[in-house]
């Protein structure tokens, strides 16, 4: 009755009264499963994630520094390739593919990189064109690069199963580590955390964002220091387009002195 009580408190100065009601109308079993869940909640992050999500003003988003590749003078590009090339060849540089979503929205059951597309040269595999860029990058700088795969909960095991079945695309399995995505609770617009039919609490990934907090808690992280890993490229699994080992960007972005690059393509025209 005392850890209950406790219970109770916890949810009543986190304006989650709406949880106790719902637990006192539950059997013992849903009830008990259902404290399980609530016992492992950060009940700070969620306020904070929650109360964050008002700050942000739109109206203040302005423009950063960017670099025009087609502006660039040939030397100074020319530097920037050289540098960008010794660092992929000294093995300072990894790739992570972000690949924890469902194929759902294009129409497919399973994880987005087990999609198949038609290119010039026949069906491929998601999975399959990332890997042929990274092969590609062996065959031109002589090294294997690290490839490091966030999946999630939802499509882990069936990601790990499809790579495996296809022998990881000729890819050598020591060069690939896959983690998994972290989730949070999900929430309603004016705060209150989301039970679900099952009396279980609802939680989605956290979103693109939390991947380096993942990447620190599933040891990722030491794992890039411990192979002398100074930059990655992280991309997503669904943008076939992305060349994900592009010594240019490297060399630009470590000349310049910053900790992060993004690279884009200008929209030609609104449609």
């Keep these: 009755m005392e850890n209950i009580e406790n219970l109770y408190k916890i949810l009543k100065d986190n304006n989650q009264e709406h949880i106790i009601k719902i637990l006192n109308k539950l059997d013992t079993y849903n009830q008990e499963k259902l404290i399980k869940e609530i016992d492992k909640l950060d009940f700070n992050q969620i306020k904070e994630l929650y109360n964050d999500e008002k700050k942000y003003d739109l109206n203040k988003i302005e423009h950063i520094k960017y670099i025009d590749k087609y502006g660039i ?7 920037y390739k050289q540098m960008g090339e010794e ?3 000294e093995k300072k540089y990894a790739v992570v593919t ?3 979503g469902q194929g759902t929205r294009l129409g497919h059951t399973g994880p987005k990189g087990t999609y ?5 040269k026949g069906e491929k595999y998601l999975f399959e064109i990332i890997v042929e860029s990274l092969i590609n990058a062996k065959n031109k700088y002589g090294v294997y690069i690290p490839w490091y795969i966030m999946t999630s909960k939802a499509n882990n ?3 790990v199963e499809f790579l495996k079945m296809h022998n990881y695309f000729n890819y050598p399995a020591e060069c690939i580590k896959i983690f998994i995505q972290n989730e949070i609770p999900m929430i309603s617009d004016d705060g209150k955390i989301i039970i679900d039919e099952n009396y279980n609490v609802k939680e989605a990934s956290d979103g693109n964002g939390g991947i380096y907090k993942c990447m620190k808690k599933d040891g990722i992280i030491e794992d890039m220091k411990n192979k002398g890993i ?4 992280v991309g997503g699994v669904d943008n076939i387009l992305l060349k994900i080992v592009d010594p240019i960007l490297v060399g ?3 000349s310049e002195n910053n900790l992060i690059a993004s690279k884009s393509v200008v929209k030609a025209y609104p449609e």
Aim: net charge neutral.
């Design 252 to 254: 630009a972005t470590i």
């Design 98 to 100: 972000m690949a924890g």
């Design 116 to 120: 198949k597309i038609n290119t010039i």
């Design 230 to 233: 100074e930059w990655i490229f």
């Design 157 to 159: 095991i069936q990601t």
């Design 73 to 79: 003078d040939e030397e100074v590009l020319k530097k």
């Design 87 to 89: 660092y992929i060849k």
